[in-house]
């Protein structure tokens, strides 16, 4: 069984792979689905409730919304990842950048160190750039930063457009994003901004 990742995404490695639910699955247009699926019951479970900033800003929701996410596909959904990617930190700092980095959102927030809109921004950079699982980071920290941004502000957050969150596609969609968070990744916030911001490529 081999998969075929888009610009950006993860590589699982062989024992990553292993953990795999499913036992049909053999191609990646069958994984994609599947994933797919189980992301949009979960979005459909997750929305339907107004989350202050501080619960979302939490190891264990953060963990909690990963596993409601892929707990249908991977074994390890909801567990922090054990192996070193071709992004991220080193795994076993996981824990600790990622505390970091709650610990320091909420104080932006409660000091207004930004506007909303760049906290939940910076944030969203600074947690793909951790990556704390073997996979589907940028798609729980999308998911992550809407719900940041709705509990401080009325704004919303369009990535793009509907297709980003379709991780089939690696279209022009996904290449913006990918430029965006290179930009983020040398302190420059302002590409990204726009990115989650625009309805059109």
Request: proline fraction near 3%.
């Amino acid at each position: 069984m081999k998969f075929n990742y888009p610009i950006g995404a993860t590589p699982l490695t062989k024992d990553e792979l292993e953990d795999l639910i499913p036992a049909y699955i053999s191609t990646q247009s069958e994984l994609n689905t599947a994933e797919q699926m189980n992301i949009s019951k979960a979005k459909l479970s997750i929305n339907k409730k107004k989350y202050s900033f501080d619960s979302i800003l939490d190891d264990l929701f953060i963990r909690k919304v990963h596993k409601i996410m892929f707990g249908d596909v991977w074994k390890w959904a909801g567990k922090y990842r054990k192996s070193d990617k071709n992004i991220g930190v080193d795994w076993r700092y996981v824990p600790i950048d990622l505390k970091q980095l709650l610990d320091n959102t909420i104080f932006q927030i409660d000091k207004k160190s930004y506007l909303e809109l760049e906290i939940a921004i910076r944030f969203h950079h600074k947690f793909v750039l951790i990556h704390p699982f073997p996979n589907g980071n940028g798609r729980l920290a999308r998911i992550l930063t809407d719900l940041l941004l709705a509990s401080i502000s009325e704004q919303k957050l369009t990535w793009g457009g509907s297709n980003i969150y379709d991780y089939q596609i690696a279209s022009k969609i996904r290449e913006r994003y990918i430029k965006a968070l290179r930009k983020a990744d040398k302190g420059e916030y302002k590409q990204l901004i726009e990115f989650a911001t625009s309805d059109t490529e």
